[in-house]
């Protein structure tokens, strides 16, 4: 079985795991999020592609969900002791080589995609990962200074790391999006799989920046398999982070069924919700995608695992239908 994968960060990548572990014949292509990358001390830093493959590779800080396991940070501390920062972004010094080996590949003339490629060939993640695109896409958020009043533009990393979404999001903006072009091997993955996956990554910052890079969305809609999506919000909040935030910047109340209702019937043919939230199944069923409800929460590897398996259980009752 094929199955491909729009991820984000942590949702992601844990999904992730649950899948390998419930279909572990399938060949799975994950097409990553890179609208959260951010340049920083001169390097290009990826951080979904790599929480995917530290994750999947085995090297990931488990209780923070992000980052190296056994991580130190010297260098940022002597880069703060000469007043280099951003110090609000932690980029420890086993993650940093990471960084440096992008950067000096991507100065080399390397694709973003080939690059990638060659960061998994040491951490051997089981799935092929590719970045949505190879072009420059950086995620953005409008607010508004409580201090001054002022309407300002930031970076996604800064709105939710330094800041950690306190203010209000007025806009979300995928800066570079629409000018670029998937990364090779997307378009294929999409039309050769048998099955594509929504894991509960943010729906807009995620997921919605993957789906903004132009043809990704044509090639999930017209690909004639089933697409399945799990929804990020149990019980009316995120299940991690601040998804509700930048729901709110594109008009989406935070429910699981009001999610569903924004990928919207010509791209999701099935929908899981947790089993707090079966109340909303009549209502994303009538907007034309079947609907159940599972428990959602991803407490350890055999719960996500359960779930991948009811995403695919979904995807066999909708290709039957």
Known sequence: MRIVVLAGGIGGARFLRGLQQASPDADITVIGNTGDDIHLFGLKVCPDLDTVMYTLGGGINEEQGWGRTDETFHLKEELAAYGVGPEWFGLGDRDFATHIVRTQMLGAGYPLSAVTEALCDRW?????????????????????LPDSGERKVIHFQEYWVRLRASLAAEAVVPVGAEQAKPAPGVLEAIAEADVILFPPSNPVVSIGTILAVPGIREAIADAGVPVVGLSPIVGDAPVRGMADKVLAAVGVESTAAAVAEH???????GWLVDTVDASAVARVESAGIRCRAVPLMMSD???AARMAREALTLAEEVRGA
């Open 263 to 269: 990928y919207g019937s010509g791209l999701l043919d």
């Open 124 to 144: 051997k993640p089981g799935v092929r990962l590719i970045p949505m695109s190879d072009d420059r896409v950086e995620t953005h958020v409008a607010v508004t």
């Open 301 to 303: 590897l055999d719960a």
